[in-house]
Nanobody
Framework: QLQLVESGGGLVQPGGSLRLSCAAS????????IGWFRQAPGKEREGVSCISRSGTNTNYADSVKGRFTISRDNAKNTVYLQMNDLKPEDTAVYYC????????????????????WGQGTQVTVSS
């Protein structure tokens, strides 16, 4: 019943853009921090970005800073990841996840603190 569903992935050329969506059902998303994670073949899952409950605090991996933007629309129970200037090294399965705001007003990108996970959406950046 409690689930997150990612959408918006696909094949894009380097320099292109995609917007990923993460829609929640079965629970109220505004009670949780949301993180975006990615995992490429043969690599560990890494935290890409996260957003606090209120949306006022975000942070990003150095590799995506300035290119990706996380946002949330609590009324729609949805979180977004806008990805611009995509690079081949961004190719991965992207997951969204919901977790407790352990530090009030802050979020973290550690996978272990997130409890609800989506199934992932494939992003492939290739010419």
């Amino acid at each position: 019943q409690l689930q997150l569903v990612e959408s918006g992935g696909g094949l894009v050329q380097p320099g292109g853009s995609l917007r990923l969506s993460c829609a929640a059902s079965g629970f109220t998303l505004d009670y949780y921090n949301i993180g975006w994670f990615r995992q490429a073949p043969g690599k560990e899952r890494e935290g890409v970005s996260c957003i606090s409950r209120s949306g006022t605090n975000t942070n990003y991996a150095d590799s995506v800073k300035g290119r990706f933007t996380i946002s949330r629309d609590n009324a729609k129970n949805t979180v977004y990841l806008q990805m611009n200037d995509l690079k081949p090294e961004d190719t991965a399965v992207y997951y969204c996840a919901a977790g407790s705001e352990l530090l009030v007003g802050r979020c973290g990108r550690t996978p272990a603190i997130y409890v609800y996970w989506g199934q992932g959406t494939q992003v492939t950046v290739s010419s």
